[in-house]
Nanobody
Framework: QVHLVESGGGLVQAGDSLRLSCEAS????????MGWYRRAPGKEREFVAR???????YYADSVKGRFTVSRNNAKNTVYLEMNSLKPEDTAIYYC???????WGQGIQVTVSS
């Protein structure tokens, strides 16, 4: 069983930056594809970014150029660097591992205008 714990969320203003972290335990982190999803108020959960075990990143069009996903296998941690944040980025952000097999509990990101 893989346990994922997100950190780094909070309340920021539009244009600010935040870095989310997700630390994994209990599994073979280096072989997992890791991802980030989010759920905004009143909306369906949506894909944000993912990074393969070969360090290839993929992004949703809505965050491309503003967000960067990375991983540190030595620390069993995946990151989501979020720049130029917009109010529409407000959501609960979830970390995933091994595709969508494992999910973190989620962390709130709120961007005020």
């Amino acid at each position: 069983q893989v346990h994922l714990v997100e950190s780094g969320g909070g309340l920021v203003q539009a244009g600010d930056s935040l870095r989310l972290s997700c630390e994994a335990s209990g599994g073979a982190f280096s072989v997992y594809e890791m991802g980030w999803y989010r759920r905004a108020p009143g909306k369906e959960r949506e894909f944000v970014a993912r990074i393969t075990r070969r360090f290839l990143p993929y992004y949703a069009d809505s965050v491309k150029g503003r967000f960067t996903v990375s991983r540190n296998n030595a620390k069993n941690t995946v990151y989501l660097e979020m720049n130029s944040l917009k109010p529409e980025d407000t959501a609960i952000y979830y970390c995933t591992a091994d595709g969508l097999r494992y999910w973190g509990q989620g962390i709130q990101v709120t961007v005020s205008s």
